[in-house]
């Protein structure tokens, strides 16, 4: 298994403004995602995360809202943009190793006034 | 497309009862599924998961899983439920090993009563 760490574990952000979230796996993983999960919500999926290239991003969700790091194979970050009270959401970072299953970092609560 | 319904958003069990959650999945090929639970205000842990391997598939915490290809099912139960396993379950189906994708049912919070 692979443990992951957030920064921020939380923020209140004004209208308007940018978040850089990070995230740091303790092991060199091959896969890391970023997910969404709005107030009382399911997950869904922001993007993929790629190592050295573009990160790759779902149907409604597009890279100058969210741009995504991965710089190396243990850390990513995902920022928020020009943010409004509709980004309001937790924030999740992912990693897969060799398995096929995902391990989660505890998240990053935003909220956007 | 690949869909997971979770039949149920609100279970409630009486402490010791049978715990059952609902799963169901659409994929045109054998998936790979999971079940995670999200304890309030943490993140996702993985209870169990299925890999076309064994059908009955036991996870943490007396928690196991049955994956029913005929069914399209992949129900979650614990015999016995306790206090402690209150909290929110997500079902989760991963259609291809290549792209690692998760695609998340809408969750079902489970109530524990004394």
């Known amino acids: 298994s692979a443990v992951i760490s957030q920064k921020p574990s939380r923020d209140i952000c004004q209208r308007g403004t940018s978040l850089t979230i990070q995230c740091q796996v303790d092991?060199?993983?091959?896969?890391m995602f970023w997910y969404r999960q709005q107030p009382g919500q399911s997950l869904t999926l922001i993007a993929t995360a790629n190592q050295g290239s573009e990160a790759t991003y779902e149907s409604g969700f597009v890279i100058d809202k969210f741009p995504i790091s991965r710089p190396n194979l243990t850390f990513s970050t995902l920022t928020v943009s020009n943010m409004s009270p509709e980004d309001s959401s937790i924030y999740l970072c992912?990693?897969?190793?060799?398995?096929?299953?995902?391990?989660f970092g505890p998240g990053t609560r935003l909220t956007v006034l | 497309a690949q869909s997971v319904t979770q039949l149920g958003s609100h279970v409630s069990v009486s402490e010791g009862a049978l715990v059952l959650l609902r799963c169901n999945y659409s994929s045109s090929v054998p998936p790979y599924l999971f079940w995670y639970v999200q304890y309030p205000n943490q993140g996702l842990q993985l209870l169990l998961k299925y890999t076309s391997a064994a059908t009955l598939v036991k996870g943490i915490n007396g928690f196991e899983a049955e994956f029913k290809k005929s069914e399209t099912s992949f129900h979650l139960t614990k015999p016995s439920a306790h206090m402690s396993d209150a909290a929110e379950y997500f079902c989760a189906v991963s259609p291809s090993s290549n792209t690692g994708k998760l695609i998340f049912g809408q969750g079902t919070t489970l109530q524990v009563k004394p």
């Open positions: 992912s990693a897969r190793s060799t398995g096929y299953e995902q391990f």
């Open positions: 092991s060199q993983v091959t896969m």
